[in-house]
């Protein structure tokens, strides 16, 4: 198992410098971080990647789309653009020096159709089938993240994402399932989880506050559980925001400190994830 950590920790804007960040994660003895792809260019890209392996970190990353770029839409047009900059995020991902790129990647965040679910979800796996060359030249697995009615319509289950993933015929598509969004929308987190199975590409976590895992009513012995059943061996990143008051944390509606001090909170999460899933 390696275990990370997500850099929006400590990002007040998503366009801020993840560079200084990675002295801390590896100081901490992370074995890796998440990075967020928005706002990022090619250049920051190159750069990124040189600091994130001369720190000896691993990493992965992390994305959404655009309402200008919806693979879902309608517009033939806008779901062309939604497949270009998913190309070019499976390109910087690889150039970053990551396998694994994951998140809300199968429709805008906040955005919402209930009435054509079906066929966005037609669209979305379509789309993702189109992206099997460009994912096995890059040697990068996508992952389709699960998260709450909040955020989105499309995709809200761990049965969901891992249909999804199984609708594209790639074999580089899979399931990113998180803690957070498990403990809204399962009746069984243990039975998501291993329903998921082999769909199961990478996985978050933080608690359901989206602070320190173990510090709220997450039922860990039972995801722990069900990960060792299903042989899952990948990343386990804490993907939490803990911050109230900058731009990023009221991006997730982080409107109190979850938690008093990000890297206290980094440091009890790599303990509380080595003592659990080890």
Same mark, same amino acid.
């Given at each position: 198992?390696?275990?990370?950590?997500?850099?929006? =920790?400590?990002?007040?804007?998503?366009?801020?410098?993840?560079?200084? *960040?990675?002295?801390?994660?590896?100081? =901490?003895?992370?074995?890796?971080?998440?990075?967020?792809?928005?706002?990022?260019?090619?250049?920051?890209?190159?750069?990124?990647?040189?600091?994130?392996? %001369?720190?000896? =970190?691993?990493?992965?990353?992390? %994305?959404?789309?655009?309402?200008?770029?919806?693979?879902?839409?309608?517009?033939?047009?806008?779901?062309?653009?939604?497949? #270009?900059?998913?190309?070019?995020?499976?390109?910087?991902?690889?150039?970053?020096?990551?396998?694994?790129?994951?998140?809300?990647?199968?429709?805008?965040?906040?955005?919402?159709?209930?009435?054509?679910?079906?066929?966005?979800?037609?669209?979305?796996?379509?789309?993702?089938?189109?992206?099997?060359?460009?994912? #096995?030249?890059?040697?990068?697995?996508?992952?389709?993240?699960?998260?709450?009615?909040?955020?989105?319509?499309?995709?809200?289950?761990?049965?969901? #994402?891992?249909?999804?993933?199984?609708?594209?015929?790639?074999?580089?598509?899979?399931?990113?399932? %998180?803690?957070?969004?498990?403990?809204?929308?399962?009746?069984?987190?243990?039975?998501?989880?291993?329903?998921?199975?082999?769909?199961?590409?990478?996985?978050?976590?933080?608690?359901?506050?989206?602070?320190?895992?173990?510090?709220?009513?997450?039922?860990?012995?039972?995801?722990?559980?069900?990960?060792?059943? *299903?042989?899952?061996?990948?990343?386990?990143?804490?993907?939490?925001?803990?911050?109230?008051?900058?731009?990023?944390?009221?991006?997730?509606? *982080?409107?109190?400190?979850?938690?008093?001090?990000?890297?206290?909170?980094?440091?009890?999460?790599?303990?509380?994830?080595?003592?659990?899933?080890?």
């Amino acid at each position: 198992m390696k275990y990370g950590i997500h850099a929006g =920790l400590w990002q007040a804007r998503w366009t801020d410098e993840i560079t200084p *960040i990675l002295r801390v994660v590896a100081d =901490l003895g992370f074995d890796g971080v998440e990075v967020s792809l928005l706002g990022m260019t090619d250049e920051k890209a190159d750069a990124l990647g040189r600091a994130v392996r %001369d720190h000896g =970190l691993g990493v992965t990353c992390s %994305d959404g789309l655009a309402p200008d770029k919806d693979i879902t839409s309608a517009d033939a047009d806008v779901r062309a653009a939604g497949l #270009a900059y998913l190309r070019w995020a499976i390109a910087t991902t690889a150039k970053i020096g990551s396998r694994g790129l994951a998140g809300v990647v199968y429709a805008p965040w906040g955005v919402y159709d209930p009435a054509n679910k079906a066929v966005r979800a037609e669209r979305s796996a379509q789309a993702f089938a189109a992206l099997d060359g460009d994912l #096995a030249a890059h040697d990068v697995t996508l992952g389709i993240e699960a998260i709450n009615r909040f955020e989105t319509d499309l995709v809200n289950t761990a049965a969901e #994402a891992a249909d999804m993933a199984r609708a594209s015929g790639s074999t580089r598509v899979g399931a990113l399932l %998180d803690t957070f969004h498990l403990n809204i929308e399962e009746k069984d987190i243990g039975a998501a989880i291993a329903g998921a199975g082999d769909q199961l590409v990478h996985f978050h976590v933080s608690d359901n506050d989206r602070g320190v895992p173990g510090s709220g009513h997450v039922p860990w012995a039972e995801v722990a559980d069900a990960l060792r059943g *299903i042989g899952y061996d990948k990343w386990i990143v804490a993907e939490m925001f803990v911050i109230a008051g900058n731009p990023a944390s009221a991006d997730l509606n *982080i409107w109190r400190n979850i938690e008093p001090d990000a890297t206290d909170a980094a440091a009890r999460a790599l303990d509380f994830m080595r003592k659990t899933f080890e």
